[in-house]
DNA sequence: CTAATATATGAACATATATTCAAAGGCTTA
DNA sequence: TAAGCCTTTGAATATATGTTCATATATTAG
């Protein structure tokens, strides 16, 4: 079973994935490192925008941030990540049962 | 890659996950039917709540409907939903890293 | 039929939140 | 130092949405 306080975290992080802009995000950054900048021009978004998403993001563990110069790139947390993506998405591509 | 409609969609799945009761729903019913009267027992919210919520989670077919007489027992839709709530529950039982 | 139980539906409201805009930090180069 | 690029932050706003309440629909019992 699975108690409120559990329930309201596990919540959160789905939350968190919920949104189309900050799903894309995570996806872009699943396999590999990437900058802000890199990211919002491939989701044709603002860096600012980007930057808000990245912060919720990163406090959920679902990225990770690291430092290189004045960029800072991006990239999915670990291989739990990885595999809810891959679990959901084969959920929506399956058809229609019963 | 990942267009925009199947970010859309997905994100759309995430995000019915991404609400406390919703998502407490489905784990409520994961291995076994379970009755709507007898859901909202469990979570302590009205029928009505559980009722649309439900709709919405059949909607995206993360659940399961069967009539049994007058009553109407839900389930968890198939194994990668299961699959997924699985993985970021060891996501957020993870211990901090880096 | 009426009564009772179980579920679903629609409207209304209060709250949460994605986005934009403006401005501030941080780091690198000249 | 100043200038320029990248990133972050804060406030403001328009929109989305979870919840409640009242009501409706369905099924069974008497």
Redesign the interface.
């Known amino acids: ?2 108690d ?1 306080d ?15 802009n ?3 995000l995570v ?1 872009a950054c699943l396999d590999k490192p990437v900058s802000v900048h890199d990211l919002a021009q491939q989701l044709g978004v603002s860096s600012s925008l980007v930057s808000h998403h990245l912060r919720l993001l990163r406090a959920a ?1 679902l990225v ?1 941030k690291e430092k290189r110069g004045r960029q800072v790139f991006y990239q999915a ?2 291989e ?2 990885r ?3 891959r ?6 591509e ?1 058809p ?3």
Do not use: P, S
């Open positions: 079973m699975l409120a559990q329930a309201t975290q596990l919540a959160e992080t789905f939350h968190l994935l919920g949104d189309a900050r799903l894309r996806y563990r990770r947390a670990d739990h990540v595999c809810v993506l679990d959901m998405t084969e959920h929506i399956e229609e049962e019963g």
